[in-house]
């Protein structure tokens, strides 16, 4: 670990923190956790082949089936919109897991002794996620133009985009709070995937809602990830109305946030 080290500027005390220092200590812990990714490329194979199997796994093995043989390329402007949601939610589960290693490891316990604002630690781990986010929704884009997806809309495109990473970013403070509460990263993965999978199943992302049994229906209308994916494919392919769709995530996003970030902080402050 001393080789990604990074010297935190030290304060009189956290509640004397002005927002200049503590801007400082985000961009300097941000730093860290970059310096660490350099270290460590593998910690970046997540976010750079998951958005190219999932793509290639489902355009070819559910597209035909949902767009009919031969028309896979009307299943990729369906499908990339909606894993565009379901990349925030992976990425999310590994903050957690990775942030609990740092427990592990002792590295959290170094930065609670600093006197620094317990927040920065969280808001560097949440800014260094956005930007593999980022890195994985390029790819996944990538994947998907050369297999034929369209965008009727740049503008349209980054809105998604953004509406994606405000999204991702709010799940990530559930999942620091599991890497500060449990024991382990396995504990976390487990738990990440009994809430994800019927999160991301039981959605818009894969296949219409139209073709679910009714009481599935009634649960993808409530599903944050449905609202999220039909949000971006108006906003990339317009043709449908799209402000009750992005009002909607925008609204879970911030409850989200509202209630999982104060906890996380808490927890992270509060761990002994």
Known sequence: ????????????????????????????????????????????????????????????VFGGAIAGKGHQDVYVNYVVPGLMAMMGMNIAMGVGTGFNQDFQTGVMDRFRSLPIARSSVLIAKVTVEIGRMLVATAILLAVGFALGLSVHSVPGL?????????????????????????????????????????????????????????????????????????????????????????????IWSAVITAIAAPIAIRKFTTKS
């Open 158 to 250: 980054l809105a998604a985009i953004g509406l994606s990473m405000v999204f991702g970013s709010s799940i990530m403070w559930i999942f620091l709070t599991m890497g500060v509460v449990m024991k382990n990263a396995q504990a976390i993965q487990g738990m990440g995937f009994l809430v994800l999978m019927p999160l991301q199943f039981g959605s818009s992302i894969f296949s219409p809602p139209s073709t679910m049994p009714g009481w599935l229906q009634a649960f993808t209308d409530y599903n944050p990830l449905s609202t999220l994916a039909d949000a971006a494919r108006g906003l990339m392919n317009g043709g449908t109305p799209i402000a009750h769709d992005v009002i909607v995530t925008l």
């Open 1 to 60: 670990m001393s080789a990604v080290t990074v010297s935190v500027p030290v304060a009189d005390g956290e509640g004397r923190l002005g927002l200049r220092a503590h801007l400082r200590h985000i961009g300097a812990l941000v730093r860290r956790n970059l310096l660490w990714i350099r270290q460590d490329p593998e910690s970046m194979f997540d976010a750079v082949l998951m958005p190219i199997v999932f793509t290639l796994l489902f355009v070819f």
